[in-house]
């Protein structure tokens, strides 16, 4: 609590009348000149009082021994006093009309700043959901303070990765911001996650072409047109997804999370926690944690509209937005709506894609979505508040690919996707606070392939499937301190909650309306957790080199109706040596539970001739029993080690830099997968030993058509050529999921950013690089070690990202150079390193007031400004090379050079 003995009002008896409510004349908006020599802070913040009209409310150790940078120059007042402030680690709150409150600055990182020493240069990108997103448009998030005490209450923040407020993270945690997307160009969800280097692009994407998945275990498709995240690669049900900290429903087939449908407008930051978490989470936290922040407390209106293209040919774009809101005293509503529309991309618009035979096939869809969000929030008496987000998109999405020279597939893919996501927080004696809330949603693809004979363009065969995931889950949970330990107050986080997934699919075959495969599964699950964060060491103590010491502890149990129960325990440290020098390392578990998809598949069962599966010395006529796909129920969770290790690095003598280096390793193990990578080598390739049954008797054989759910000497498919014959089958070959491979993955990131004044103006600086220094599977116990970093279809050893920014008077010049590494193309023989990729994006934009106008933006940008077409890739399947494209899908993009222009307008 602030109490008033202890806060300094930066104001002058001599000046009070400057501050009455109704007299103050305030140009929050409007630049003007300032000439504040470098000071001590509390003289600077008196004469920015006096210009600004604003009372500022400092406590006393927050401003003793704070120098303030000199200001000079045309400023808007909060930009002038983020300026003041940027040497500092504080930031400030809108208290009411008239006053102000200066506060330490929470603790998120920016998408290229580490989040214990970012700097006022990122201050938009470390905002937590109760502060202002963006100071220059005073209207948009801005916090209500009804009093001192719950000033410093929404100081202690939550930061993604753990529950306790005020915790600083032991884990790397970037953050990107709405205005870090416009300023890069990008329009969507989809977009940004693709241009973070420690995300894979393969997986669930638009942009994966047919054959990728060829030697992957990623599952690279474009089953339903979505964007989901990948973190390291590790697949993209292994990202856990949230929204506000809540779950969502999966998509298609598998447990990714479609994050395109949450229009960007109602988003005020994205917070990506690079490390396992299911000790906090739960399942599908491995490679890493994604949560989706929408803004608080917005008041205005905005229109948006924006135009581009493919200048190669394609990719017309067209996208319209609408978001408004509104705040009374108590609490606010914002709700927006977005519609977007882009044309497809075809061979033909691409010279390097002449093999093609037929040059309209597609290698990016043409997708159209509508979607709109809905969030409020109401305080209920003085110490509760209800909150409630909600969403819904509609998407339909169209391409053209084929498999075979005969026939051309047509596939039409439409989805639905909503979820309401409630929750209720109360205040609670002793600084302690609980929180129950709850997840509900659905989503509904529908996905359309009706193939035509290429000669003579008749119907061959039409199969739809559908797939309906939902989602439902409810939690409690409390947090507040325990007790006191030399370096401050130890708190805690303690809960627990109930959750289902149901997942229904159908595929109906509509030439003769029969149904070739279904499936109606569900699970639940119930957990209860605790955290603690323990500070051992602070400041005050004066220990050398030890500035600060704390240990964060976390241990989660989960209980599950089909295989059990999980126990998942993570513990963190952080070190500070010195003011800006920071070391934090992690260790935790995390683990995957298999999709209801993998574990309750229909299962298929071929019959085959021995010889179709390398059978050497075999009678002719000898015949296999083969599951060539199906599910488990007795399939187990997978379990990953994941160990990350860092240092960030502020100096004070170099202000307005930071750097952070970080080292991770993830060991995972139990993978669900098909076992038999290349069915011809089934009955030759010991690695394959252990998933055949040889010389299996009648009994095992009827005990297999049992297990398929199958009348004894019934096949789902005869490919053998001749009638099956117990006596003549001389192998069982199992090929349904198991939990049988491995995966480790090592690397490091770079992240870093440097602020400085050039010619009136704000030059900014950063980098992001991730490197996969080892990335390995092992499909089975018995199969050789295989590479999945730095080859065809799998992440690309490197990924980075060079940016630098200048702004001045509402007017920013933005270029980024992209570049990622070169891939060892395994489709070829002997292996070949195929060329990298660097593009660079330039992005013009320009926020102002305009006379009659008013309050406008302008935003010009351009992405792949040189038209850098994709390396050459061998087509991963050589017999229908004319067929596919010959560049790697999941690591380079195809559209080439982008241009869109985006007009807004605000109320």
């Given at each position: 609590m602030i109490a008033s003995a202890s806060v300094l009002a930066v104001v002058c008896a001599a000046e009070a009348a400057a501050y009455d409510a109704q007299a103050a004349v305030r140009v929050e908006n409007v630049k003007l000149q300032w000439n504040i020599p470098a000071q001590p802070l509390t003289d600077a913040l008196i004469a920015w009082s006096e210009q600004s009209n604003y009372v500022v409310l400092i406590q006393d150790d927050l401003a003793a021994g704070v120098q303030s940078q000199a200001l000079m120059g045309a400023y808007t007042s909060f930009e002038a006093l983020e300026r003041l402030l940027s040497p500092s680690t504080l930031t400030y709150k809108i208290r009411n009309e008239t006053t102000l409150v200066v506060t330490p600055r929470p603790q998120p990182a920016s998408m290229t700043v580490p989040a214990e020493t970012s700097n006022a240069a990122s201050m938009r990108s470390t905002q937590s959901a109760e502060t202002v997103e963006d100071r220059d448009d005073p209207r948009q998030s801005?916090?209500?303070?009804?009093?001192?005490?719950?000033?410093?209450?929404?100081?202690?923040?939550?930061?993604?990765?753990?529950?306790?407020?005020?915790?600083?993270?032991?884990?790397?945690?970037?953050?990107?911001?709405?205005?870090?997307?416009?300023?890069?160009?990008?329009?969507?969800l989809g977009e940004v996650i693709r241009a973070l280097p420690q995300n894979f692009a393969g997986g669930q994407n638009p942009g994966v072409a047919f054959g990728a998945a060829v030697g992957s275990m990623q599952g690279n498709s474009n089953a339903t047109g979505s964007s989901a995240l990948n973190l390291r690669g590790l697949g993209s049900d292994a990202t856990l997804t949230l929204l506000n900290g809540s779950r969502l429903a999966y998509d298609g087939f598998g447990q990714a999370v479609d994050v395109s449908v949450i229009p960007v407008t109602a988003i005020e930051r994205v917070e990506i926690l690079l490390d396992g978490a299911s000790a906090i989470y739960g399942s599908d936290a491995v490679g890493g944690v994604a949560n989706i922040v929408l803004k608080r407390d917005y008041d205005g209106a905005e229109l948006r509209a924006r135009v581009g293209a493919a200048t190669d040919g394609g990719y017309e774009q067209q996208q319209y937005t609408a978001v408004a809101g509104t705040n009374w005293s108590s609490g606010g509503?914002?709700?927006?709506?977005?519609?977007?529309?882009?044309?497809?991309?075809?061979?033909?618009?691409?010279?390097?894609?002449?093999?093609?035979?037929?040059?309209?096939?597609?290698?990016?869809?043409?997708?159209?979505?509508?979607?709109?969000?809905?969030?409020?929030?109401?305080?209920?008496?003085?110490?509760?508040?209800?909150?409630?987000?909600?969403?819904?998109?509609?998407?339909?999405?169209?391409?053209?690919?084929?498999?075979?020279?005969?026939?051309?597939?047509?596939?039409?893919?439409?989805?639905?996707?909503?979820?309401?996501?409630?929750?209720?927080?109360?205040?609670?004696?002793?600084?302690?606070?609980?929180?129950?809330?709850?997840?509900?949603?659905?989503?509904?693809?529908?996905?359309?392939?009706?193939?035509?004979?290429?000669?003579?363009?008749?119907?061959?065969?039409?199969?739809?499937?559908?797939?309906?995931?939902?989602?439902?889950?409810?939690g409690l949970e409390a947090e507040g301190p325990v007790f006191n330990l030399p370096g401050g107050e130890s708190r805690v986080s303690v809960g627990g909650g109930w959750r289902e997934s149901s997942f229904d699919r159908r595929v109906v075959n509509i030439l003769t309306g029969s149904v070739s495969s279904e499936l109606d599964a569900e699970e639940s699950s119930y957990h209860v957790y605790g955290e603690a964060n323990l500070p051992f060491v602070s400041e005050d103590q004066n220990i050398p080199l030890v500035k600060r010491f704390t240990l964060n502890a976390a241990l989660r149990y989960e209980d599950y109706d089909s295989f059990g129960s999980a126990t998942t325990p993570k513990i963190g440290a952080l070190w500070e040596l010195a003011p800006g020098f920071n070391l934090k390392a992690s260790w935790g578990r995390s683990f995957k539970v298999p999709t209801l998809f993998q574990r309750h598949l229909a299962t298929s069962l071929t019959l085959r001739t021995a010889a179709q599966h390398g059978a050497v010395g075999a009678p002719p006529d000898a015949q296999v029993i083969f599951f060539s796909s199906g599910g488990s129920p007795d399939l187990t969770p997978e379990t990953a080690e994941i160990i990350t290790a860092?240092?960030?690095?502020?100096?004070?003598?170099?202000?307005?830099?930071?750097?952070?280096?970080?080292?991770?390793?993830?060991?995972?193990?139990?993978?669900?997968?098909?076992?038999?990578?290349?069915?011809?080598?089934?009955?030759?390739?010991?690695?394959?030993?252990?998933?055949?049954?040889?010389?299996?008797?009648?009994?095992?054989?009827?005990?297999?058509?049992?297990?398929?759910?199958?009348?004894?000497?019934?096949?789902?498919?005869?490919?053998?050529?001749?009638?099956?014959?117990?006596?003549?089958?001389?192998?069982?070959?199992?090929?349904?999921?198991?939990?049988?491979?491995?995966?480790?993955?090592?690397?490091?990131?770079?992240?870093?950013?440097?602020?400085?004044?050039?010619?009136?103006?704000?030059?900014?600086?950063?980098?992001?690089?991730?490197?996969?220094?080892?990335?390995?599977?092992?499909?089975?116990?018995?199969?050789?070690?295989?590479?999945?970093?730095?080859?065809?279809?799998?992440?690309?050893?490197?990924?980075?990202?060079?940016?630098?920014?200048?702004?001045?008077?509402?007017?920013?010049?933005?270029?980024?150079?992209?570049?990622?590494?070169?891939?060892?193309?395994?489709?070829?023989?002997?292996?070949?390193?195929?060329?990298?990729?660097?593009?660079?994006?330039?992005?013009?934009?320009?926020?102002?007031?305009?006379?009659?106008?008013?309050?406008?933006?302008?935003?010009?940008?351009?992405?792949?400004?040189?038209?850098?077409?994709?390396?050459?890739?061998?087509?991963?399947?050589?017999?229908?090379?004319?067929?596919?494209?010959?560049?790697?899908?999941?690591?380079?993009?195809?559209l080439g050079r982008l241009v869109s222009a985006t007009v807004t307008k605000r109320f």
């Open positions: 801005r916090p209500r303070l009804g009093d001192e005490e719950a000033a410093n209450e929404q100081d202690q923040v939550v930061v993604t990765g753990t529950r306790i407020k005020g915790a600083r993270p032991t884990s790397p945690v970037v953050t990107i911001t709405q205005e870090d997307m416009r300023l890069q160009g990008q329009n969507n509503f914002l709700i927006t709506g977005d519609y977007s529309h882009n044309e497809s991309v075809r061979a033909k618009h691409r010279e390097y894609l002449e093999h093609i035979l037929n040059q309209n096939l597609t290698i990016y869809p043409e997708q159209t979505q509508k979607s709109a969000l809905f969030s409020a929030h109401q305080e209920a008496g003085a110490n509760a508040v209800l909150r409630v987000d909600a969403f819904y998109a509609d998407r339909s999405s169209d391409s053209t690919f084929q498999t075979s020279p005969s026939s051309l597939i047509q596939q039409e893919r439409d989805s639905t996707i909503w979820g309401v996501t409630p929750s209720f927080e109360v205040k609670l004696p002793g600084d302690w606070s609980a929180r129950l809330h709850g997840a509900f949603g659905r989503n509904e693809a529908l996905l359309g392939q009706p193939s035509f004979s290429v000669s003579t363009g008749e119907q061959i065969s039409n199969s739809v499937s559908e797939s309906f995931n939902g989602a439902l889950a409810a860092g240092f960030v690095a502020a100096p004070e003598f170099l202000p307005n830099f930071t750097l952070e280096f970080g080292w991770f390793d993830i060991d995972y193990a139990n993978r669900v997968e098909r076992p038999i990578s290349v069915f011809t080598q089934a009955l030759s390739d010991p690695i394959f030993a252990e998933f055949v049954i040889l010389n299996p008797t009648v009994n095992e054989q009827n005990a297999t058509f049992a297990a398929a759910g199958l009348p004894a000497g019934t096949f789902t498919f005869n490919q053998a050529g001749a009638p099956y014959d117990p006596a003549k089958a001389i192998a069982i070959i199992d090929n349904r999921f198991t939990n049988v491979s491995s995966q480790s993955v090592q690397g490091v990131d770079l992240t870093a950013r440097y602020r400085t004044e050039l010619r009136g103006g704000d030059l900014s600086l950063s980098v992001n690089g991730n490197w996969i220094t080892e990335g390995t599977r092992k499909l089975t116990e018995l199969a050789p070690v295989e590479p999945t970093a730095g080859v065809n279809f799998w992440p690309a050893d490197f990924k980075g990202r060079l940016g630098a920014g200048w702004s001045r008077d509402g007017f920013t010049l933005n270029a980024s150079l992209n570049h990622t590494a070169g891939i060892i193309d395994r489709g070829v023989t002997p292996n070949v390193k195929r060329d990298s990729m660097t593009t660079v994006d330039l992005v013009v934009d320009y926020q102002a007031k305009l006379g009659v106008v008013g309050d406008v933006g302008f935003n010009l940008a351009v992405t792949n400004l040189f038209n850098e077409a994709p390396p050459f890739l061998a087509p991963p399947i050589s017999s229908i090379a004319s067929l596919l494209v010959n560049y790697d899908s999941t690591n380079y993009s195809a």
